[in-house]
């Protein structure tokens, strides 16, 4: 884990397809083993991750494999952060605001935001000139 | 009291049951699974990740089955556990260690 003073950084842009969601997920995966991350930090990260990815892979580009999606991965001795950057439809005006429920055992879909919510501590977004930014904030364990 | 045959046990033969490999997953359910199934063992044993619509496709199986049937979850590690326990699914299947678990508790 990087010391206070420390802060490390890792940038992956990719297709927008759910194929290139799993170069996140492993680009993910091994900035959290460089950087000793504990590992229930690291599964509840990649979980938000690849829920939110894919959210901008179905709703954002509609499926077509057009577009983008841009990571940034940043930790330091307190929190790991994940933001991913889009140019794809925006995510419906408060989707994000209050607590999303987890739907019932029988529906198929629509679990994703709520994992989401339950993974990570904090999620800000916000669309500006066409650009979606997403980020979500897992806070560290204390040593 | 059903004989080990009545019971199906489903491997997944995948190290990410994501989104990606949900629509090949779902193909395979329609070609290997019919109504008359009552007892399904997934064994997840090799599979280190799932997402909501991997989960989702296992819900489909379940909705796929008789309604006296019963679904049980076997091999799950850490990562896969978890998910199930977040989306409160693990109280809708039965989860067992590993196969072998699971194919005692459905034949009792």
Known sequence: MPSANERAVRSLKVAATYEDVRLLAAELQAFCAEFALPAEVATDIEFALVEAANNIVQHGYGETGEGSLDMHI?????????????????????????????????????????????????????????????????????? | MPQDHDIFVLRLPMERLDAAAAPEFKARLSEEISEDMRLIIVDFSEVAFVDSTGLGAIVSLLKMMPRDGKLAVAGLNSSTLRLFQLTRLDRVFEIFDDVEEARVALSK
């Open chain 1, 74 to 143: 940043e930790t330091d001795a307190t929190s790991v952060t994940v933001s991913l950057c889009d140019r794809g439809i925006p995510m419906p005006q408060g989707m994000m605001k209050g607590d999303v429920e987890m739907p019932s055992f029988d529906m198929e879909s629509g679990r994703g935001i709520a994992i989401m919510q339950a993974c990570v501590d904090r999620i800000d977004y916000e669309t500006r000139d066409g650009l979606n930014s997403l980020r979500m904030v897992k806070t560290l364990p204390k040593a």
